[in-house]
């Protein structure tokens, strides 16, 4: 049974809240789901690509503050005030999905690592003012599919990260045009050669950046920082790394 628990707008557009067999989705106006979780199972994550995301905090040696750029329905920050120590700093460009992450996926406003922050990713002076974080997680889409980030807003959100911070975005790889002008941009930041994670049966890919190339032994010790996790933490971060793609090859110099 399908149940719209809610529809409205606001200054971009249809907002819907969808219940099916125990998950509650967010949509923009189309079928593609924003953001999922089950009620019933607070630990488990909804979706692949949340997953995939969740990597970033074992390749970071020690991670305290993470920037969301893309808050959604509230799933993944709900997630990591839930089940890690991370203090959270939101960035959405709805108002309006504040209220609804509340009441729809159980995101407590009042956390007290938890800091919400409204305004578009594109306009870079907005972002000037958001605190340096170990991790930033972008996944930033719209009813049309991937929001364009310029160069000098991903500029700023490259100054947000010290020298071992990581940058992971979701992206969709079959808008290869899109992917293609984002991979140049960020290689003017960060390493040319992100970890990548593909998500099973989906389009999403995680791409992972940092300042300092990717080495095996990044890999080794991103595996042994699993313990330090909670329970539903450490499930859902062994299911991920199986999706870590092999490092590319060394380029000549």
């Known amino acids: 049974m399908t149940l719209k628990k809610l529809s409205v707008r606001d200054a971009w557009g249809l907002i819907e809240v969808i219940e099916s067999e125990g998950e509650v989705t967010l949509h923009f106006g189309n079928h593609t789901a924003q953001s999922g979780w089950h009620p019933a199972q ?3 994550l909804a979706f692949g690509y949340y997953r995939a995301l969740l990597t970033g905090l074992v390749l970071h040696p020690d991670p305290r503050h993470l920037n969301l750029y893309g808050l959604g329905g509230g799933a993944l920050a709900r ?13 959405d460009l709805r108002p309006t999905l504040a209220p609804i992450a509340q009441q729809y996926f159980g995101l407590d406003l009042d956390h007290p690592r938890l800091q919400l922050q409204f305004g578009d990713i594109c306009a870079s002076d907005e972002l000037e003012a958001i605190p340096a974080a170990d991790i930033l997680w972008v996944d930033i889409f719209d009813e049309q599919g991937m929001v364009p980030i310029p160069t000098r807003s991903l500029a700023q959100l490259a100054s947000q990260l010290g020298d071992n911070g990581i940058l992971c975005i979701n992206i969709w790889r079959n808008e290869l045009g899109d992917v293609t002008d984002l991979t140049r941009a960020l290689e003017r930041f960060f390493s ?23 080495a095996q032994d990044d890999l080794l010790q991103s595996h042994g920082r699993i313990k330090r996790f909670s329970p539903p933490v450490q499930e859902t971060l062994r299911e991920a790394l199986r999706w870590l793609q092999p490092l590319p090859q060394r380029r000549p110099r």
């Open 42 to 44: 607070p630990a488990k």
């Open 192 to 214: 040319p050669d992100p970890l990548t994670l593909h998500v099973p049966d989906r389009y999403n890919t995680v791409l992972c950046y940092r300042v300092e190339p990717w």
């Open 79 to 91: 997630y990591l005030l839930e089940y890690t120590d991370i203090s959270v700093h939101a960035h």
